[in-house]
C-alpha cells in the first residue's frame, strides 16, 4: 500500500463528505460512489467504518459555526441559582433536536447490519436520488405559491414538528435519500423557511451522526493501525474544513433561490448512474 496515494485518497473523500453532506444530495450515496471509481486499499471492515466516522469532522463544523446557538449556558448569577447559568431557549432546542432524532434510532439502530448488507447498491442509490429530486421540484413548485412559511426560525418549531420533521430523517436511512434532503423537504412541508428548515436539519446531524459513529467505532474495534489513524484523521480534518465553507455557501444560496436546482442535479446524476450500472 503507497500511504501517501491512500491519504490523498481521503483527502478526496473528506472534499465530497464536506460538500455532500449539508447539500440535499446524498452524502452517503455519493460516497458510495466515488468508492466504486476511486477504491482505497483499506480492508472492508476499515471503509465501512470510515465512510461514516468521517461525518465527525463534517459536524464539527456545524458546532463550530452554530456555537452561539447552541451552547447552552450562559453568564448566572450564584445568588440566583442555577436556573441563571442556563439558556432556556437553547435547552428546548435540544430536546426539539432529541426528539426529532429518535424515529431515525429507533429503526436504524436494529436493522443497521441488514442496510448495510442489502441497500448500499448503486441501484438503490440511483432509485432514490431521482425519486427525491422530482419530489423536490414538485414541492418546490407548490411552495412557490403559497403565502410565507410559518415558521421563519428554528425557535419556533413545536415539538410536533419536530417528532414529524424527525420520521422524514428515518426515510434517509435508505442509502442516496440524503438525510438533509429528508430533514429539508420534511421541515418545508411543515410549513418552515428554507433557511429554517436548514439549520434544523444542522442541529439534528450532531446528535445523529455522532452516535451512527460511535457504533461503527464499536464495531471496528479500536485497533488502528498507524496508517488506518492516520488516513481516518486525514478525512476528518479535510470534511471538517470544506463542510465550514460549504455551509456558509449553502446558507447564502437559498436565501435567495429554491431547492429546484438541487432536485434536477439529483435526477440527472441519478439518471448517469443508473446508466453506467446498465452497460457496466
Not at 448569577?77 to 435547552?91: F, H
Not at 442496510?115 to 432509485?127: E, G, I, R, W
Not at 446528535?207 to 461503527?216: D, E, V, W
Amino acid at each position: 500500500m503507497n500511504l501517501f496515494i491512500e491519504t490523498i485518497k481521503a483527502v478526496l473523500f473528506g472534499v465530497v463528505e464536506g460538500v455532500t453532506e449539508w447539500l440535499p444530495i446524498s452524502s452517503t450515496g455519493h460516497m458510495i460512489l466515488l468508492d466504486e471509481f476511486i477504491q482505497m486499499q483499506m480492508s472492508d471492515a476499515f471503509m465501512e467504518m470510515f465512510n461514516v466516522v468521517i461525518q465527525l469532522g463534517a459536524i464539527l463544523a456545524v458546532v463550530l459555526l452554530y456555537f452561539p446557538k447552541l451552547w447552552p449556558f450562559k453568564r448566572g448569577n450564584q445568588k440566583e441559582g442555577l436556573v441563571s447559568w442556563l439558556r432556556t431557549d437553547t435547552w428546548m432546542l435540544w430536546i426539539k433536536v432529541i426528539v426529532a432524532i429518535l424515529p431515525s434510532a429507533l429503526i436504524g439502530l436494529p436493522l443497521d447490519d441488514w442496510m448495510d448488507a442489502h441497500l448500499h447498491t448503486a441501484p438503490v442509490v440511483a432509485a432514490m436520488l431521482i425519486v427525491y429530486g422530482v419530489a423536490f421540484i414538485v414541492i418546490e413548485r407548490r411552495q412557490n405559491v403559497r403565502k410565507r412559511a410559518r415558521i421563519q426560525s428554528v425557535e419556533l418549531l413545536d415539538m410536533r414538528t419536530a417528532l414529524l420533521i424527525g420520521c422524514f430523517q428515518a426515510l434517509s436511512l435508505i442509502p442516496g435519500t440524503s438525510r438533509s434532503g429528508a430533514t429539508i423537504l420534511g421541515g418545508v412541508l411543515m410549513g418552515c423557511s428554507r433557511a429554517a428548515a436548514s439549520e434544523f436539519s444542522f442541529f439534528m446531524a450532531i446528535p445523529t451522526m455522532a452516535g451512527a459513529s460511535l457504533i461503527k467505532v464499536l464495531k471496528f474495534g479500536f485497533g488502528f493501525t498507524g496508517a488506518e489513524l492516520l488516513i481516518l484523521l486525514v478525512g476528518c480534518v479535510t470534511a471538517f474544513v470544506v463542510s465550514v465553507v460549504a455551509i456558509k455557501t449553502f446558507i447564502g444560496y437559498i436565501k435567495k433561490h429554491s431547492f429546484i436546482a438541487f432536485g434536477w442535479y439529483r435526477i440527472v446524476l441519478g439518471a448517469l448512474v443508473a446508466l453506467y450500472f446498465l452497460v457496466k
